[in-house]
């Protein structure tokens, strides 16, 4: 009985150490990303994509960068494709 329950406890423990791995990696990505964007003044192409909507009214403005997204998603998907093979 005694076993059997320490080896549970080293179990959830693994669980817990890989969960805590997992948050430290996608806080350093966040990270990155957020100071890449700080110091990144305007890319040019960001934004300003043909397939972006934007529609102006007189008080209203809505923007839809749907091209840039699809590129965007495009990429990402790609590197961890590349990223999951290794």
Do not use: C, W
Request: avoid cysteine.
């Amino acid at each position: 009985m005694i076993a059997r329950a320490l080896k549970r406890e080293l179990n959830t423990l693994t669980h817990m150490q890989a969960l805590g791995k997992t948050l430290i990696i996608i806080g350093l990505v966040m990270a990155a990303a957020g100071v890449a964007l700080y110091f990144m003044r305007q890319a040019p192409f960001l934004g300003r994509l043909p397939g972006d909507v934007i529609i102006q009214k007189k008080n209203f403005t809505f923007y839809f960068p749907l091209a840039t997204s699809l590129l965007l998603s495009l990429i990402l998907s790609l590197l961890f494709y590349l990223f999951k093979r290794h």
